[in-house]
Protein backbone atom coordinates (compact mmCIF):
# COMPACT_ATOMS: atom_id res chain seq x y z
CA UNK A 1 0.00 0.00 0.00
CA UNK A 2 1.36 3.00 -0.83
CA UNK A 3 0.08 6.58 0.57
CA UNK A 4 0.92 9.92 -1.30
CA UNK A 5 1.51 13.69 0.31
CA UNK A 6 -2.38 14.52 1.12
CA UNK A 7 -2.54 10.82 2.32
CA UNK A 8 -0.37 11.61 5.44
CA UNK A 9 -1.11 15.29 5.10
CA UNK A 10 -1.74 15.90 8.45
CA UNK A 11 -1.64 14.47 12.00
CA UNK A 12 -5.02 13.48 11.37
CA UNK A 13 -4.19 12.02 8.11
CA UNK A 14 -2.01 9.79 9.77
CA UNK A 15 -3.97 8.23 12.04
CA UNK A 16 -6.49 7.82 9.01
CA UNK A 17 -4.01 5.82 7.52
CA UNK A 18 -2.87 3.98 10.19
CA UNK A 19 -6.78 2.73 10.61
CA UNK A 20 -7.05 1.93 6.91
CA UNK A 21 -3.43 -0.20 7.75
CA UNK A 22 -4.80 -1.94 10.11
CA UNK A 23 -8.25 -2.69 9.16
CA UNK A 24 -7.05 -6.23 8.49
CA UNK A 25 -4.85 -8.73 9.59
CA UNK A 26 -2.93 -9.34 6.44
CA UNK A 27 0.98 -8.43 6.34
CA UNK A 28 1.61 -5.53 4.21
CA UNK A 29 4.28 -3.38 3.13
CA UNK A 30 2.93 0.25 3.41
CA UNK A 31 5.12 2.86 1.47
CA UNK A 32 4.31 6.46 2.51
CA UNK A 33 5.57 10.38 0.76
CA UNK A 34 6.90 12.77 2.88
CA UNK A 35 3.45 15.06 3.84
CA UNK A 36 2.09 17.29 1.42
CA UNK A 37 4.39 20.09 0.64
CA UNK A 38 7.42 19.37 2.22
CA UNK A 39 9.33 18.03 -0.53
CA UNK A 40 8.66 21.52 -2.53
CA UNK A 41 9.81 23.48 0.97
CA UNK A 42 12.87 21.01 0.91
CA UNK A 43 13.14 22.22 -2.54
CA UNK A 44 13.02 25.41 -1.77
CA UNK A 45 15.88 25.16 0.58
CA UNK A 46 18.43 23.72 -1.56
CA UNK A 47 17.49 26.74 -4.29
CA UNK A 48 18.50 29.07 -1.69
CA UNK A 49 22.04 27.51 -0.76
CA UNK A 50 22.44 26.93 -4.89
CA UNK A 51 22.11 30.65 -5.12
CA UNK A 52 24.76 30.73 -1.97
CA UNK A 53 21.74 32.51 0.50
CA UNK A 54 22.26 30.19 3.98
CA UNK A 55 19.73 32.40 5.81
CA UNK A 56 17.04 32.23 3.19
CA UNK A 57 17.60 28.44 3.38
CA UNK A 58 18.07 28.85 7.38
CA UNK A 59 14.39 30.64 7.60
CA UNK A 60 12.32 28.05 5.35
CA UNK A 61 13.81 25.17 7.56
CA UNK A 62 12.87 26.86 11.08
CA UNK A 63 9.67 27.91 9.72
CA UNK A 64 8.76 23.97 8.34
CA UNK A 65 10.67 22.78 11.80
CA UNK A 66 7.23 24.68 13.48
CA UNK A 67 5.12 22.72 11.35
CA UNK A 68 6.07 19.80 12.32
CA UNK A 69 6.35 20.10 15.90
CA UNK A 70 2.79 21.80 15.88
CA UNK A 71 1.84 17.81 14.68
CA UNK A 72 2.93 16.10 17.68
CA UNK A 73 0.48 17.00 20.30
CA UNK A 74 -2.25 15.71 17.97
CA UNK A 75 -0.42 12.83 16.33
CA UNK A 76 0.76 10.75 19.74
CA UNK A 77 -1.43 10.45 22.74
CA UNK A 78 1.38 9.31 25.69
CA UNK A 79 4.62 11.88 26.57
CA UNK A 80 6.82 9.50 25.60
CA UNK A 81 6.01 8.67 21.81
CA UNK A 82 5.08 12.32 21.90
CA UNK A 83 8.90 13.07 22.67
CA UNK A 84 10.71 10.41 21.41
CA UNK A 85 9.82 11.67 18.31
CA UNK A 86 10.07 15.45 18.97
CA UNK A 87 13.54 14.76 19.75
CA UNK A 88 13.86 12.56 16.10
CA UNK A 89 12.62 15.73 14.77
CA UNK A 90 15.54 18.08 16.42
CA UNK A 91 17.81 15.87 15.30
CA UNK A 92 16.47 16.16 12.01
CA UNK A 93 16.09 20.04 11.95
CA UNK A 94 19.47 20.29 13.47
CA UNK A 95 21.02 18.01 10.66
CA UNK A 96 18.98 19.94 7.82
CA UNK A 97 20.98 23.26 9.33
CA UNK A 98 24.30 21.83 9.45
CA UNK A 99 24.03 21.03 5.75
CA UNK A 100 23.35 25.19 5.38
CA UNK A 101 27.18 25.65 6.37
CA UNK A 102 28.65 23.14 4.30
CA UNK A 103 29.74 23.26 0.46
CA UNK A 104 26.70 22.72 -1.37
CA UNK A 105 26.27 20.38 -4.22
CA UNK A 106 24.00 18.07 -5.98
CA UNK A 107 25.22 15.37 -3.21
CA UNK A 108 23.48 18.04 -0.21
CA UNK A 109 20.50 18.68 -2.36
CA UNK A 110 19.46 15.01 -2.87
CA UNK A 111 20.12 14.27 0.73
CA UNK A 112 17.74 17.34 1.81
CA UNK A 113 15.05 16.16 -0.65
CA UNK A 114 15.17 12.40 1.50
CA UNK A 115 14.67 14.19 4.42
CA UNK A 116 10.48 14.63 3.96
CA UNK A 117 10.30 10.43 3.60
CA UNK A 118 12.22 9.89 6.60
CA UNK A 119 10.54 12.30 8.22
CA UNK A 120 6.79 11.23 7.59
CA UNK A 121 7.70 7.29 8.36
CA UNK A 122 9.44 7.71 11.25
CA UNK A 123 6.48 9.41 12.50
CA UNK A 124 4.14 7.19 11.20
CA UNK A 125 6.02 4.18 12.36
CA UNK A 126 6.24 5.76 15.87
CA UNK A 127 2.51 6.53 16.79
CA UNK A 128 1.45 2.74 15.45
CA UNK A 129 4.21 1.57 17.78
CA UNK A 130 2.24 3.42 20.30
CA UNK A 131 -1.11 2.05 18.82
CA UNK A 132 0.13 -1.49 20.14
CA UNK A 133 0.87 -2.59 16.30
CA UNK A 134 3.40 -4.54 15.58
CA UNK A 135 5.48 -2.55 12.84
CA UNK A 136 9.03 -1.98 11.77
CA UNK A 137 10.55 0.68 9.53
CA UNK A 138 12.39 -1.02 6.75
CA UNK A 139 14.95 1.54 5.42
CA UNK A 140 14.34 2.01 1.73
CA UNK A 141 17.91 3.57 1.15
CA UNK A 142 18.75 -0.38 2.11
CA UNK A 143 16.40 -1.41 -0.59
CA UNK A 144 16.00 0.57 -3.74
CA UNK A 145 18.80 1.26 -5.72
CA UNK A 146 19.51 2.23 -9.06
CA UNK A 147 22.18 1.67 -11.72
CA UNK A 148 24.04 3.53 -13.45
CA UNK A 149 21.60 4.31 -16.13
CA UNK A 150 19.58 5.59 -13.25
CA UNK A 151 17.25 3.43 -13.67
CA UNK A 152 16.18 0.61 -11.33
CA UNK A 153 18.23 -1.90 -10.34
CA UNK A 154 16.13 -4.92 -10.09
CA UNK A 155 17.79 -7.44 -9.31
CA UNK A 156 19.58 -5.35 -6.18
CA UNK A 157 16.02 -4.17 -5.33
CA UNK A 158 14.47 -8.05 -4.80
CA UNK A 159 17.67 -9.39 -3.02
CA UNK A 160 17.67 -6.60 -0.56
CA UNK A 161 13.91 -6.14 -0.19
CA UNK A 162 13.90 -10.05 1.18
CA UNK A 163 17.29 -9.27 3.19
CA UNK A 164 15.27 -6.86 5.23
CA UNK A 165 12.17 -8.73 5.28
CA UNK A 166 14.04 -11.95 6.63
CA UNK A 167 15.13 -9.85 9.27
CA UNK A 168 12.23 -8.82 10.68
CA UNK A 169 10.15 -11.29 10.55
CA UNK A 170 6.90 -12.03 11.86
CA UNK A 171 5.57 -8.14 11.56
CA UNK A 172 2.30 -6.81 10.57
CA UNK A 173 2.92 -4.12 9.36
CA UNK A 174 6.32 -2.82 7.50
CA UNK A 175 6.71 0.95 6.48
CA UNK A 176 8.98 2.32 4.63
CA UNK A 177 10.11 5.62 2.36
CA UNK A 178 8.95 6.41 -1.73
CA UNK A 179 10.92 8.52 -3.56
CA UNK A 180 13.89 7.83 -1.79
CA UNK A 181 16.77 5.69 -2.88
CA UNK A 182 20.94 5.06 -3.48
CA UNK A 183 22.19 5.63 -6.95
CA UNK A 184 24.90 3.19 -8.77
CA UNK A 185 27.84 5.03 -6.58
CA UNK A 186 25.56 4.10 -2.96
CA UNK A 187 25.09 8.19 -3.02
CA UNK A 188 21.56 9.08 -1.42
CA UNK A 189 19.46 9.74 -4.58
CA UNK A 190 15.88 9.81 -5.46
CA UNK A 191 12.96 8.07 -8.12
CA UNK A 192 12.79 11.63 -9.58
CA UNK A 193 9.25 14.10 -8.40
CA UNK A 194 6.01 11.82 -7.85
CA UNK A 195 8.55 8.93 -7.02
CA UNK A 196 6.35 6.94 -4.49
CA UNK A 197 4.45 4.92 -6.39
CA UNK A 198 7.51 3.95 -8.23
CA UNK A 199 9.39 2.68 -5.20
CA UNK A 200 5.48 1.08 -4.20
CA UNK A 201 5.36 -0.92 -7.73
CA UNK A 202 9.25 -2.15 -7.43
CA UNK A 203 8.89 -3.34 -4.20
CA UNK A 204 5.45 -4.69 -5.08
CA UNK A 205 7.13 -6.68 -8.18
CA UNK A 206 9.93 -7.48 -5.95
CA UNK A 207 8.07 -9.68 -3.32
CA UNK A 208 5.23 -10.67 -6.34
CA UNK A 209 2.42 -9.14 -3.88
CA UNK A 210 -0.68 -10.17 -4.52
CA UNK A 211 -2.22 -6.31 -5.14
CA UNK A 212 -0.16 -2.97 -5.71
CA UNK A 213 -2.58 -0.19 -3.94
CA UNK A 214 -1.86 3.45 -4.45
CA UNK A 215 -3.68 5.11 -2.19
CA UNK A 216 -4.18 8.67 -3.02
CA UNK A 217 -6.60 12.03 -2.83
CA UNK A 218 -8.63 10.86 -5.97
CA UNK A 219 -11.09 8.12 -6.81
CA UNK A 220 -8.85 6.29 -9.32
CA UNK A 221 -7.53 7.10 -12.66
CA UNK A 222 -10.05 9.83 -14.30
CA UNK A 223 -11.33 10.04 -18.12
CA UNK A 224 -9.33 13.56 -18.17
CA UNK A 225 -7.23 15.55 -16.59
CA UNK A 226 -9.68 16.91 -13.37
CA UNK A 227 -7.10 20.11 -12.86
CA UNK A 228 -8.34 21.29 -16.22
CA UNK A 229 -11.26 19.34 -17.09
CA UNK A 230 -14.55 19.72 -15.11
CA UNK A 231 -16.99 16.46 -15.25
CA UNK A 232 -14.25 14.11 -15.85
CA UNK A 233 -15.09 10.37 -14.58
CA UNK A 234 -12.86 7.31 -13.21
CA UNK A 235 -12.06 5.01 -15.16
CA UNK A 236 -12.97 1.13 -13.48
CA UNK A 237 -10.52 -0.90 -15.35
CA UNK A 238 -7.28 -0.37 -17.21
CA UNK A 239 -5.02 -2.25 -19.25
CA UNK A 240 -1.32 -1.98 -18.08
CA UNK A 241 0.00 -1.18 -21.67
CA UNK A 242 -2.61 1.68 -21.12
CA UNK A 243 -1.83 2.77 -17.49
CA UNK A 244 1.33 2.93 -18.66
CA UNK A 245 1.17 4.81 -21.56
CA UNK A 246 -1.31 7.64 -19.13
CA UNK A 247 1.26 7.66 -16.67
CA UNK A 248 3.68 8.39 -19.44
CA UNK A 249 1.56 11.16 -21.17
CA UNK A 250 0.98 13.08 -18.59
CA UNK A 251 -1.60 11.45 -15.83
CA UNK A 252 -0.19 13.03 -12.67
CA UNK A 253 -1.81 10.04 -10.42
CA UNK A 254 1.00 8.04 -11.50
CA UNK A 255 4.60 8.67 -11.48
CA UNK A 256 5.73 8.18 -15.36
CA UNK A 257 7.60 5.22 -15.25
CA UNK A 258 5.86 3.48 -12.14
CA UNK A 259 3.71 0.77 -14.09
CA UNK A 260 6.57 -0.62 -15.93
CA UNK A 261 7.54 -3.28 -13.00
CA UNK A 262 4.28 -4.21 -11.83
CA UNK A 263 3.32 -5.06 -15.93
CA UNK A 264 6.84 -7.27 -16.02
CA UNK A 265 5.94 -8.72 -12.81
CA UNK A 266 2.04 -9.31 -13.47
CA UNK A 267 1.11 -7.86 -10.25
CA UNK A 268 -2.08 -5.51 -10.81
CA UNK A 269 -2.28 -2.25 -9.56
CA UNK A 270 -5.42 -0.47 -8.22
CA UNK A 271 -5.58 3.37 -7.33
CA UNK A 272 -7.56 4.06 -4.54
CA UNK A 273 -8.91 7.28 -2.44
CA UNK A 274 -7.91 7.34 1.05
CA UNK A 275 -10.18 10.12 1.13
CA UNK A 276 -13.32 7.61 0.09
CA UNK A 277 -11.73 4.44 1.06
CA UNK A 278 -14.73 2.39 -0.41
CA UNK A 279 -14.71 4.12 -3.70
CA UNK A 280 -14.03 1.48 -6.11
CA UNK A 281 -10.83 3.52 -7.74
CA UNK A 282 -9.11 1.27 -10.73
CA UNK A 283 -8.07 -1.54 -10.90
CA UNK A 284 -5.10 -2.12 -13.70
CA UNK A 285 -4.84 -5.16 -14.61
CA UNK A 286 -3.37 -7.52 -17.98
CA UNK A 287 -7.64 -7.79 -19.04
CA UNK A 288 -7.55 -5.49 -22.43
CA UNK A 289 -11.25 -4.76 -23.01
CA UNK A 290 -11.48 -4.08 -26.72
CA UNK A 291 -14.09 -1.48 -28.18
CA UNK A 292 -13.73 1.67 -25.78
CA UNK A 293 -11.82 4.96 -25.43
CA UNK A 294 -10.42 4.52 -22.04
CA UNK A 295 -8.90 7.87 -21.15
CA UNK A 296 -6.99 11.57 -22.23
CA UNK A 297 -3.72 13.12 -20.40
CA UNK A 298 -1.51 15.58 -21.75
CA UNK A 299 2.76 16.16 -20.78
CA UNK A 300 3.98 19.43 -21.05
CA UNK A 301 7.05 21.05 -21.32
CA UNK A 302 7.42 19.57 -25.22
CA UNK A 303 9.79 20.60 -27.18
CA UNK A 304 9.74 19.93 -30.89
CA UNK A 305 12.20 19.59 -33.27
CA UNK A 306 11.99 19.72 -37.08
CA UNK A 307 14.58 18.31 -39.58
CA UNK A 308 13.77 19.28 -43.23
CA UNK A 309 16.05 17.95 -45.83
CA UNK A 310 15.02 16.95 -49.56
CA UNK A 311 18.64 16.09 -50.21
CA UNK A 312 18.69 13.47 -47.08
CA UNK A 313 15.31 11.95 -46.24
CA UNK A 314 15.09 9.40 -48.70
CA UNK A 315 18.84 8.03 -48.57
CA UNK A 316 19.17 5.35 -46.20
CA UNK A 317 20.81 5.99 -42.89
CA UNK A 318 19.29 9.71 -42.48
CA UNK A 319 17.51 9.01 -39.58
CA UNK A 320 20.02 6.62 -38.39
CA UNK A 321 22.56 9.54 -38.25
CA UNK A 322 19.30 11.82 -36.76
CA UNK A 323 18.78 9.33 -34.24
CA UNK A 324 22.55 8.62 -33.67
CA UNK A 325 22.67 12.83 -32.28
CA UNK A 326 19.94 11.91 -29.80
CA UNK A 327 21.84 9.22 -28.52
CA UNK A 328 24.59 10.26 -27.91
CA UNK A 329 23.28 13.21 -25.37
CA UNK A 330 20.96 10.61 -23.95
CA UNK A 331 17.95 12.50 -24.88
CA UNK A 332 14.95 10.54 -25.53
CA UNK A 333 12.45 10.81 -28.28
CA UNK A 334 8.62 10.42 -27.54
CA UNK A 335 7.24 11.37 -30.95
CA UNK A 336 8.21 11.01 -34.30
CA UNK A 337 6.61 12.29 -37.28
CA UNK A 338 7.76 11.88 -41.26
CA UNK A 339 7.32 12.79 -44.64
CA UNK A 340 9.14 12.25 -48.11
CA UNK A 341 11.08 15.82 -46.90
CA UNK A 342 11.65 16.10 -43.10
CA UNK A 343 11.01 13.94 -39.83
CA UNK A 344 10.02 16.02 -36.58
CA UNK A 345 10.44 14.45 -33.43
CA UNK A 346 9.75 16.10 -29.55
CA UNK A 347 11.49 16.00 -26.67
CA UNK A 348 11.41 17.14 -23.31
CA UNK A 349 14.25 17.26 -21.47
CA UNK A 350 16.50 20.54 -22.65
CA UNK A 351 19.47 19.85 -20.80
CA UNK A 352 21.50 19.05 -24.26
CA UNK A 353 19.22 21.02 -27.07
CA UNK A 354 21.56 23.08 -27.94
CA UNK A 355 24.00 21.14 -28.74
CA UNK A 356 21.83 19.15 -30.51
CA UNK A 357 20.25 21.26 -32.74
CA UNK A 358 23.53 22.43 -34.16
CA UNK A 359 24.23 18.85 -34.70
CA UNK A 360 21.51 18.12 -36.32
CA UNK A 361 22.04 21.59 -38.60
CA UNK A 362 24.90 18.74 -40.63
CA UNK A 363 21.79 17.21 -42.20
CA UNK A 364 19.00 19.54 -43.01
CA UNK A 365 16.81 22.92 -42.06
CA UNK A 366 16.11 22.61 -38.34
CA UNK A 367 13.18 24.42 -36.64
CA UNK A 368 12.66 24.27 -32.50
CA UNK A 369 9.35 25.13 -31.01
CA UNK A 370 8.89 25.44 -27.39
CA UNK A 371 6.06 25.31 -25.14
CA UNK A 372 4.37 22.37 -26.66
CA UNK A 373 2.31 19.49 -25.27
CA UNK A 374 1.93 16.20 -26.03
CA UNK A 375 -1.91 15.21 -25.58
CA UNK A 376 -2.63 11.45 -25.52
CA UNK A 377 -5.96 9.73 -26.15
CA UNK A 378 -5.65 6.27 -25.19
CA UNK A 379 -8.25 2.99 -25.34
CA UNK A 380 -8.58 0.12 -27.92
CA UNK A 381 -6.98 1.44 -30.95
CA UNK A 382 -6.23 -0.97 -32.95
CA UNK A 383 -6.35 -0.45 -36.47
CA UNK A 384 -8.87 -2.64 -37.31
CA UNK A 385 -11.20 -0.77 -35.17
CA UNK A 386 -12.68 2.12 -37.74
CA UNK A 387 -13.82 5.31 -36.12
CA UNK A 388 -12.01 6.12 -33.28
CA UNK A 389 -9.34 7.94 -34.50
CA UNK A 390 -11.52 10.05 -36.10
CA UNK A 391 -13.35 10.75 -33.54
CA UNK A 392 -10.39 11.64 -31.40
CA UNK A 393 -9.59 14.03 -34.40
CA UNK A 394 -12.80 15.67 -34.46
CA UNK A 395 -12.14 17.33 -31.15
CA UNK A 396 -8.74 19.03 -32.79
CA UNK A 397 -11.42 21.17 -35.61
CA UNK A 398 -10.63 24.43 -33.58
CA UNK A 399 -7.01 23.54 -32.83
CA UNK A 400 -3.68 23.87 -34.40
CA UNK A 401 -2.08 20.68 -34.17
CA UNK A 402 1.83 20.09 -34.80
CA UNK A 403 1.95 16.34 -34.95
CA UNK A 404 0.04 13.47 -34.79
CA UNK A 405 1.19 10.10 -33.85
CA UNK A 406 -0.92 6.69 -34.93
CA UNK A 407 -0.38 3.20 -35.33
CA UNK A 408 2.90 3.07 -32.74
CA UNK A 409 0.52 0.76 -30.34
CA UNK A 410 -2.61 -0.74 -30.30
CA UNK A 411 -3.31 1.70 -27.10
CA UNK A 412 -2.98 5.32 -28.46
CA UNK A 413 -3.49 8.11 -30.70
CA UNK A 414 -1.02 11.36 -29.78
CA UNK A 415 -1.24 14.94 -30.78
CA UNK A 416 1.31 17.88 -30.55
CA UNK A 417 -0.40 21.24 -29.90
CA UNK A 418 0.69 24.46 -28.26
CA UNK A 419 1.20 24.54 -24.41
CA UNK A 420 -1.76 26.98 -24.77
CA UNK A 421 -4.37 25.31 -26.52
CA UNK A 422 -3.99 22.03 -24.19
CA UNK A 423 -6.91 22.86 -21.88
CA UNK A 424 -9.25 24.04 -24.81
CA UNK A 425 -7.69 20.83 -26.75
CA UNK A 426 -8.17 18.60 -23.75
CA UNK A 427 -12.08 19.73 -22.85
CA UNK A 428 -12.94 19.64 -26.50
CA UNK A 429 -11.88 15.67 -26.51
CA UNK A 430 -13.90 15.18 -23.29
CA UNK A 431 -16.99 16.29 -25.22
CA UNK A 432 -16.65 14.45 -28.26
CA UNK A 433 -15.08 11.18 -26.21
CA UNK A 434 -16.85 11.10 -23.29
CA UNK A 435 -20.06 13.26 -23.40
CA UNK A 436 -21.98 13.04 -26.79
CA UNK A 437 -21.26 9.62 -28.24
CA UNK A 438 -23.47 7.10 -26.67
CA UNK A 439 -21.91 4.89 -29.59
CA UNK A 440 -19.06 4.63 -27.47
CA UNK A 441 -19.08 2.43 -24.66
CA UNK A 442 -17.90 3.87 -20.75
CA UNK A 443 -15.71 1.47 -19.01
CA UNK A 444 -17.25 -1.15 -17.21
P1 LIG B 1 -0.09 11.76 -4.38
O1 LIG B 1 0.46 12.86 -3.58
O2 LIG B 1 -1.06 10.89 -3.63
O3 LIG B 1 0.96 10.98 -5.10
P2 LIG B 1 -0.66 13.22 -6.80
O4 LIG B 1 -0.95 14.65 -6.58
O5 LIG B 1 0.71 12.86 -7.26
O6 LIG B 1 -1.04 12.43 -5.46
O7 LIG B 1 -1.70 12.59 -7.83
C1 LIG B 1 -3.09 12.75 -7.63
C2 LIG B 1 -3.58 13.92 -8.47
O8 LIG B 1 -3.37 13.65 -9.84
C3 LIG B 1 -5.05 14.18 -8.37
O9 LIG B 1 -5.37 14.97 -7.25
C4 LIG B 1 -5.35 14.89 -9.71
O10 LIG B 1 -5.39 16.28 -9.55
C5 LIG B 1 -4.15 14.56 -10.57
N1 LIG B 1 -4.53 13.95 -11.84
C6 LIG B 1 -4.08 14.32 -13.07
N2 LIG B 1 -4.61 13.57 -14.04
C7 LIG B 1 -5.41 12.67 -13.43
C8 LIG B 1 -6.27 11.64 -13.90
N3 LIG B 1 -6.36 11.33 -15.19
N4 LIG B 1 -6.98 10.95 -12.99
C9 LIG B 1 -6.89 11.22 -11.68
N5 LIG B 1 -6.11 12.19 -11.18
C10 LIG B 1 -5.37 12.91 -12.03
N1 LIG C 1 7.62 13.40 -1.97
C1 LIG C 1 8.01 13.21 -3.34
C2 LIG C 1 7.44 14.32 -4.22
O1 LIG C 1 6.74 15.19 -3.72
C3 LIG C 1 7.64 11.87 -3.87
C4 LIG C 1 6.17 11.55 -3.92
O2 LIG C 1 5.37 12.19 -3.25
O3 LIG C 1 5.81 10.62 -4.65
O4 LIG C 1 7.73 14.34 -5.38
MG1 LIG D 1 2.12 11.41 -6.80
Known sequence: MKFGGTSVGSAQRMKDVSKLITADSEQKIVVLSAMSGTTNTLVEISDYLYKKNPEGAYNVINQLERKYMDHLTELYATNEWRQKTEQFLKEEFSYLRSLTKTLFTSFEEKVILAQGEIISTNMVTNYLLEQGVKAVLLPALDMIRTDKNAE??????????????????DYDIYITQGFICRNAYGEIDNLQRGGSDYTACLIGAAIEAEE???????DGMHNNDPRFVEGTEPVRQLYFEEAAELAYFGAKILHPTCIQPAKFAGVPVRLLNTMDPAAPGTIINNKMHRGTIKAVAAKDNIICIGIQSSRMLLAHGFLRKVFEIFETYKTSIDMIATSEVGVSVTIDNRAHLATIVDELKKYG??????RMCIICVVGDLASQNIGFETLAMDAFKQVPVRMVSYGGSEHNISFVVAEADKQRALQALQRT????????????
Do not use: G, K, M, S
Not at 156 to 168: F, S
Not at 212 to 218: E, G, N, P, Y
Not at 365 to 370: M, Q
Open 365 to 370: TVTVEE
Open 152 to 169: PDLAYIREHTDIQLQANP
Open 212 to 218: IQIWTDI
Open 433 to 444: LFTYNDHIRRPA
